[in-house]
């Protein structure tokens, strides 16, 4: 890769994960969207357990971006191309992660051609990260999501609608699939400049502050730090029942202004935190907040990176990053 992740988390991971990696060995994995946040976490970790416990496994990784996986790791395939036609694996796969994200009004194309691949290949595992967005709008009398609640996307929302639409059509075709609802993260890779609110804190971190909040401050969110995603991502992908929807995300809610004198206090900024808007009167604030009892009950995660302790090591990297650019 060309930025590697702290080794500590690294060796977090794989802490975490070791007693079911022997279940990888010699397997052939497919992992699409490779060059994103969460596809870049799975490579890595990936690379590391197959050379730290020699599983001899092979990881093929699909992206737009073949630059963006430079690693002289034999056990790291890189395939160029789309989701919606790129070319099959000569290797038989036992493993399938679809972590491409879509922006289109439909993705049925890019899931039918991975259900075609999976046909092709005996119906490999498919893990799937869809996103908390599918439940819509969380309401404010409850304090969080679950899996069983029944909610719609935003009409505006095709990203949203996109991912409960495969979720849909991957759990009517057939395959062993499951399905993850990623909500919010924090952790080296995660882009500064986008509708993140920790990315875009840690960038204005990153220039001396102030931390700007564009909203009133008052959403409710919570961060799971990326090292600990990893950690639950491929615990489903081993041990997550078939055609089972798990939450993964923290359950500790934090206000976006107490985010943002989070990042303040721990990156040491001394121009402080300015809000943009004023809280409306008697408003409750909106919240995005997982249930994650079924993914503790059931697999035993649970978040085990403080929020402070990820916005630390989120900050650190990106210094190290821009240094070395």
């Given at each position: 890769?060309?930025?590697?992740?702290?080794?500590?988390?690294?060796?977090?991971?794989?802490?975490?994960?070791?007693?079911?990696?022997?279940?990888?060995?010699?397997?052939?994995?497919?992992?699409?969207?490779?060059?994103?946040?969460?596809?870049?976490?799975?490579?890595?970790?990936?690379?590391?357990?197959?050379?730290?416990?020699?599983?001899?496994?092979?990881?093929?990784?699909?992206?737009?971006?073949?630059?963006?996986?430079?690693?002289?790791?034999?056990?790291?395939?890189?395939?160029?191309?789309?989701?919606?036609?790129?070319?099959?694996?000569?290797?038989?796969?036992?493993?399938?992660?679809?972590?491409?994200?879509?922006?289109?009004?439909?993705?049925?194309?890019?899931?039918?051609?991975?259900?075609?691949?999976?046909?092709?290949?005996?119906?490999?595992?498919?893990?799937?990260?869809?996103?908390?967005?599918?439940?819509?709008?969380?309401?404010?009398?409850?304090?969080?999501?679950?899996?069983?609640?029944?909610?719609?996307?935003?009409?505006?929302?095709?990203?949203?609608?996109?991912?409960?639409?495969?979720?849909?059509?991957?759990?009517?075709?057939?395959?062993?699939v499951v399905i993850a609802r990623l909500f919010a993260f924090a952790?080296?890779?995660?882009?500064?400049?986008?509708?993140?609110?920790?990315?875009?804190?840690?960038?204005?971190?990153?220039?001396?502050?102030?931390?700007?909040?564009?909203?009133?401050?008052?959403?409710?969110?919570?961060?799971?730090?990326?090292?600990?995603?990893?950690?639950?991502?491929?615990?489903?992908?081993?041990?997550?029942?078939?055609?089972?929807?798990?939450?993964?995300?923290?359950?500790?809610?934090?206000?976006?202004?107490?985010?943002?004198?989070?990042?303040?206090?721990?990156?040491?900024?001394?121009?402080?935190?300015?809000?943009?808007?004023?809280?409306?009167?008697?408003?409750?604030?909106?919240?995005?907040?997982?249930?994650?009892?079924?993914?503790?009950?059931?697999?035993?995660?649970?978040?085990?990176?403080?929020?402070?302790?990820?916005?630390?090591?989120?900050?650190?990297?990106?210094?190290?990053?821009?240094?070395?650019?």
């Open positions: 890769m060309t930025h590697e992740f702290p080794e500590s988390d690294l060796r977090h991971v794989l802490a975490q994960t070791q007693s079911f990696w022997p279940r990888l060995a010699g397997s052939n994995v497919l992992l699409t969207g490779a060059s994103g946040f969460v596809g870049s976490w799975l490579v890595e970790t990936f690379l590391w357990a197959n050379r730290q416990l020699k599983l001899g496994a092979r990881l093929y990784a699909l992206t737009r971006h073949p630059e963006t996986l430079r690693s002289a790791d034999t056990s790291l395939l890189v395939l160029t191309g789309d989701i919606k036609s790129f070319r099959f694996p000569s290797a038989p796969l036992h493993y399938i992660i679809h972590a491409a994200v879509e922006h289109e009004t439909t993705n049925l194309p890019g899931a039918q051609h991975l259900l075609e691949i999976a046909r092709t290949y005996g119906d490999p595992r498919i893990l799937f990260t869809s996103s908390g967005a599918v439940y819509g709008e969380q309401p404010s009398t409850l304090s969080y999501v679950a899996e069983d609640f029944i909610g719609t996307p935003l009409p505006d929302n095709i990203y949203a609608q996109g991912k409960l639409e495969l979720e849909q059509l991957l759990l009517n075709s057939g395959p062993d952790g080296p890779k995660l882009p500064l400049d986008k509708n993140f609110a920790v990315g875009n804190f840690v960038r204005d971190a990153l220039r001396g502050g102030p931390i700007c909040i564009e909203g009133d401050g008052t959403p409710l969110r919570s961060y799971l730090y990326a090292a600990d995603l990893a950690v639950w991502l491929w615990t489903m992908l081993i041990h997550g029942a078939p055609a089972r929807t798990y939450n993964v995300g923290s359950d500790q809610p934090v206000s976006i202004l107490e985010l943002a004198r989070t990042v303040e206090r721990v990156c040491g900024v001394t121009r402080g935190v300015s809000v943009a808007q004023i809280p409306a009167s008697g408003e409750p604030p909106k919240r995005y907040i997982p249930s994650i009892a079924r993914a503790r009950s059931e697999l035993n995660l649970q978040p085990l990176v403080t929020l402070e302790d990820g916005i630390q090591r989120m900050y650190e990297w990106y210094q190290n990053y821009t240094s070395t650019k």
